[in-house]
Nanobody
Framework: VQLQASGGGLVQAGGSLRLSCAAS????????MGWFRRAPGEKRVFVAS????????DYLDSVKGRFTISRDRAKNTVYLQMNSLKSEDTAVYYC????????????WGQGTQVTVSS
């Protein structure tokens, strides 16, 4: 499985961006896909996830109400709509795919830079 993330860029505080992550060679037993981010000098942290079949979502508390994760099963693509962006959202964003619940993510994309200017 290969994950290709795109959609990052430079945006002013309060603006919006939409990230996309397309999975190719998708494994037949995908359980969920998620987004993580790593800010400069910090560890990578969970941002949002969505289960592939049910569409159940989960979010980092600080992005609830501003970010929305969705998926297009026909396109094997997951999206992260980011609104009301803040400078603290600046990070490299990574998408990931999990094959089984309660296990670690199995595959990772290359990351896309999001920079929010204040």
């Amino acid at each position: 499985v290969q994950l290709q993330a795109s959609g990052g860029g430079l945006v002013q505080a309060g603006g919006s961006l939409r990230l996309s992550c397309a999975a190719s060679g998708r494994a037949p037993d995908t359980y969920a896909m998620g987004w993580f981010r790593r800010a400069p000098g910090e560890k990578r942290v969970f941002v949002a996830s969505i289960t592939w079949d049910e569409g159940n979502t989960d979010y980092l508390d600080s992005v609830k109400g501003r970010f929305t994760i969705s998926r297009d099963r026909a396109k094997n693509t997951v999206y992260l709509q980011m609104n009301s962006l803040k400078s603290e959202d600046t990070a490299v964003y990574y998408c990931a795919l999990k094959r089984r619940p309660k296990f670690e993510y199995d595959y990772w994309g290359q990351g896309t830079q999001v920079t929010v200017s204040s």
